[in-house]
């Protein structure tokens, strides 16, 4: 019976561990920690605002964030919305990796086999803490969008295209999704 309690936690962790990650940006906006930090572009953005009349729904590559406005870049083009009317948001900046905390947490649960009567101790708290730390790194590359805090955009903004605010005689208008995908 003790056998398979630990099996089923083993489990249980290892679906916890799995099921914390999820992606909302398309494939070619999903780039590791090193990629992001060496690529061109901007993050994925998904923003809502205006009022219950004018509902405005934007998603696409963060360009720039400058004073007032933020800069994404759709389908449609490039569009820009004042901050103030921005009520909510995601941004996802990269998709953590966190394989090597998933399988050390199921490697250490797994350990805890030659600890005898401790193990009903030690696998738990492997699978606890294991489990919260994949978690949390599951959601580091993921901010909300909260518009009330300035910081928040800030922020964001290291992750756009143009960190510094688009660049003097830019047409942003003009701007274009590249035709071939992202590296």
């Known amino acids: 019976m003790c056998s ?9 962790a290892a679906l916890v561990s799995a099921g914390c990650a999820s992606a909302h940006a398309p494939v070619a906006y999903q780039q590791t920690p090193a990629q992001a930090a060496s690529t061109a572009y901007g993050g994925w953005i998904s923003l809502e605002g205006g009022d219950k009349q004018h509902r405005v729904l934007t998603r696409g590559e963060l360009i720039a964030v400058q004073n ?12 820009a919305l004042r901050v103030t009317d921005v009520k909510q948001g995601r941004f996802e900046a990269y998709q953590p990796e966190t394989g ?5 947490t199921l490697l250490g649960t797994l350990s805890t086999g ?43 903004a290291k992750f756009s295209r143009f960190p510094q ?3 003097p005689g830019l047409e942003w208008t003009e ?4 035709s071939a995908p992202r590296p």
């Open 114 to 156: 030659s600890h005898g009567v401790g193990a009903v101790i030690s696998a738990r708290v492997w699978i606890l803490v294991g489990s919260l730390a994949t978690g949390s790194a599951s959601r580091s590359g993921v901010r909300p969008v909260r518009p009330e805090q300035n910081a928040s955009w800030k922020e964001i």
């Open 175 to 178: 701007l274009r999704r590249p």
């Open 100 to 104: 090597g905390m998933t399988a050390w």
């Open 68 to 79: 007032d406005s933020v800069f994404v870049l759709g389908d449609a083009g490039c569009v």
């Open 4 to 12: 398979r309690s630990r099996w089923t936690c083993v489990v249980a």
């Open 165 to 167: 605010g688009l660049p």
